[in-house]
């Protein structure tokens, strides 16, 4: 038994007896158990871009760094957008239009995988269609941590610093997520 353990069921011996769990359940946002404490390994971090996405910080290198973690970039189309623009302007339209914005995702997937070669870091690109929210969920499950430029899906301001895309995420994903 670990020393959070031990004080919880010392403090609360006379009022909870045999009922540590269920303490440790009602007072989880306050209270972090051995569990959570332990380090968790970084080997894979997601990192969920758009046309929105600025410059990475030095800061978030080198954490990558330090992890020596694999990086994945991963450009995301929104399908719903393509669709809405295929019923609206046609097939010849959203053709056009999806060729412009996988030319430009390919630009900042290459913009971004070459600034954290440079630093030393191994990158693994993607791009493809979806749904932004749904699929950095999906995606989530096989990397160790998720970062996110907080203006991802949906541009911010100065009352709402967080896009509701990355709200979303940041409450949806199982695992560590930085926005940045």
Known sequence: M???????????????????????QEYSDFLVSEEEMKFQPVRTVLVPIDILTRDLPMDLVEIFRAYDARIHLAYILDAQVLSLLEE??????????????????????????????????????????????????RLSHSHDLVVVYRGFGSATSESAPLSPVVSQINRRVERSVIIF
């Open 88 to 137: 609206l302007a046609g097939k010849e339209s959203e053709a056009g239009f999806r060729e412009m914005k996988e030319t430009k995702g390919r630009e900042l997937l290459d913009k971004f995988s070459r600034f954290l070669e440079n630093e030393g870091l191994s990158v693994q690109t993607s791009l493809f269609s979806g749904s932004k929210i749904e699929d950095v969920i």
């Open 2 to 24: 670990g020393y959070y353990s031990s004080l919880i069921q010392r403090k609360f011996k006379d009022l909870v007896g045999t009922r540590y769990e269920e303490v440790r």
